[in-house]
């Protein structure tokens, strides 16, 4: 199964807002404070303002589980999408390695 490359990836805010979040049941201002994050931090995250930086990562993996590295990932491919987009490349040449 291949992944449509015309579809943003998501960002790792949506999944928090979407998903983890309401599923704990807490509220976000708590959240917050166990992450040790500011209240205003976590919104930005969370409405894809800010990205999700390898420090908050490594919070988010020891709160929900996991590997800091699929958050770091995520992130990841969801600014690459983006940038792919917005950084013009034409001037750029493409160079092999010689044989």
């Known amino acids: ?10 960002h790792p805010g949506a999944l928090l807002r979407e998903d983890i979040i309401p599923a704990i049941g807490k509220p976000k ?13 976590l919104y930005d995250i ?30 990841g491919a969801y600014d690459a999408w983006h940038a792919a987009r917005a950084v013009d490349v034409s001037g750029v040449p493409t160079l092999f390695a010689a044989e």
């Open 29 to 41: 201002t708590e959240i917050a404070a166990l992450l040790g994050i500011s209240r205003q931090h």
């Open 46 to 75: 969370m409405a894809e303002k800010k990205p999700v930086s390898p420090e908050v990562a490594v919070r988010l993996a020891k709160m929900f589980g996991g590997a800091p590295l699929v958050w770091v990932r995520m992130q």
């Open 1 to 10: 199964m291949t992944r449509n490359s015309d579809r943003c990836p998501s």
